[in-house]
Every structure is written in C-alpha cells, then in structure tokens.
C-alpha cells in the first residue's frame, strides 16, 4: 500500500489527512475469442467488469471479424501471435496491474491461451470448452487441419506429455476456471478431461457444467449461465487476491 500524508483545508485551518491506496494498479482482463467467432459476444463481458472496476481488452483474431477471408490462411502459431499482441497492449495500459491479469478463453482461443501462458505471465486462466489439437501440422493453416482425425483424438485421454498445450497447463501455477457444455458434440469430455488432469501445479482447479449447453452457448439461458459462472469465478479470485 501507498500512504501519503496530506492536510485538507477547512475555512482557514488545515485538517491532518492520510492518504491509503493499493500500491498495486487495476486488475486486467483478456478475452479470447474461439474459431470462426470474434469479439462480440465478449464485449458484453467486458462491460460488465468494468464496472467491477477491471480493465478488459476484446480483439478479434486474424482471420476473424473484419478480416475472415484470411481465414483459410492463419495457422495456429498466427493467433498465438495475435493473443501475445494484445495481452502486451493490455499490460502496457497505465493503470494495469501486469501482476494482475486474467485471460477469458474459449475453444479453439482455450487451447492458444494455455501455449500463451508459456510466453506471457497469466494470473487467473478461464477456459470454456477448450479444443484440443495435435502437435504435427502447426504450420499448416487451422482450417486444413482433418476435423475427423481431430474428433477422433478429442474422444480419448491425452496426457500432459503428449501436448504441448497440455504440457503448458502442468507448468502453470496460477487459477484455473474449466467450463465443460453437457452437450458438446466438438469438444467432448475426454478433451475436457484431459485438460483438468494436467493442471496439476495450479493453485487452484474450479470446474463446472453446464447443463444442456451446445458448444456455442446457443440458449439464451446457457449463455445467462456462463457469464454467471464466470463473474462469480474471476470476482472470487481477483477479490480475493486483493
């Protein structure tokens, strides 16, 4: 804590203050977007914590929003660039903790974010629903990628030694929030799975389902659910920390 003695004038005497305030800036919040998504549904979110008193950043991945026909061009290794790109834009911000960050992700920006956490230092980790990919073909565009084979390998367990996204979730020491959609027929609860029993040096594992959810939230009321879960997780854990 910073403490700053002042003197507050009242008519013509001073009153002896003290001024206390966290020597520490504001929390930061950055959202991820999954494949073929952008921005949009996070804006919302993002409002909402920012009244909470949080700095958040949405961003749109190369091959998405404005720019989709890059779309069958970008490759795994282009969007990580692009989370690292803003993750640093979000933590240059003046009032921004870089102590203090939380990423938001979900599905395919999930599984990216975990590989950021390798590069850049995240406090807090909230993944939905969080694709799994295998290792060969990180140079090829994500959109060449065999879905079959993908669904194939999304359907068995995967250890920590076998991925390096899961490899970068055992290294990760920080708070871990997993959402699982009851009814996700792209990610099922194997790749689920696979990420919460790598985790194991985290400080702390929360994992939910939420019923009768599809893969992309498509009910109002799974949606309503979601931000629930996850308004009550990062106020838990950023409160709580501070």
């Not at 700053?4 to 004038?9: C, D, G, T």
């Not at 079959?148 to 359907?155: K, Q």
């Not at 029993?197 to 959810?213: D, E, L, Q």
Request: net charge neutral.
């Amino acid at each position: 804590m910073r403490v700053k003695k002042l003197s507050i004038p009242l008519n013509d005497d001073l009153i002896s203050g003290q001024l206390i305030e966290p020597d520490t800036g504001v929390p930061g919040v950055l959202f991820v977007h999954g494949w073929a998504g952008s921005q949009e549904r996070d804006k919302k979110r993002a409002n909402a914590f920012a009244q909470l008193g949080f700095v958040s950043l949405t961003f749109d991945l190369r091959g998405h929003g404005a720019s989709t026909s890059e779309l069958r061009h970008v490759t795994r290794e282009d969007n990580l660039a692009d989370i690292c790109a803003a993750y640093d834009m979000l933590a240059r911000q003046p009032q921004v903790d870089n102590s203090s960050i939380a990423v938001v992700a979900s599905s395919y920006g999930a599984y990216l974010a975990t590989i950021a956490t390798s590069r850049r230092p995240v406090r807090w980790l909230a993944l939905r629903v969080p694709a799994l990919y295998r290792d060969v073909d990180w140079s090829m565009p994500k959109f060449q990628l065999d879905k079959e084979d993908l669904a194939v390998y999304r359907r068995s367990l995967v250890r920590a030694d076998q991925n390096v996204a899961l490899k970068h979730c055992r290294d990760f020491e920080g708070d871990v929030l997993i959402v699982e959609s009851e009814n996700d027929e792209i990610v099922p609860h194997p790749a689920v799975a696979s990420y919460l029993s790598s985790f194991v040096h985290a400080r702390s594992v929360t994992y939910r389902v939420i019923s009768g959810a599809d893969h992309a939230l498509s009910t109002a009321e799974s949606q309503r659910a979601y931000d629930q879960l996850l308004s009550h997780w990062l106020r838990e854990m950023i409160f709580g920390a501070r």
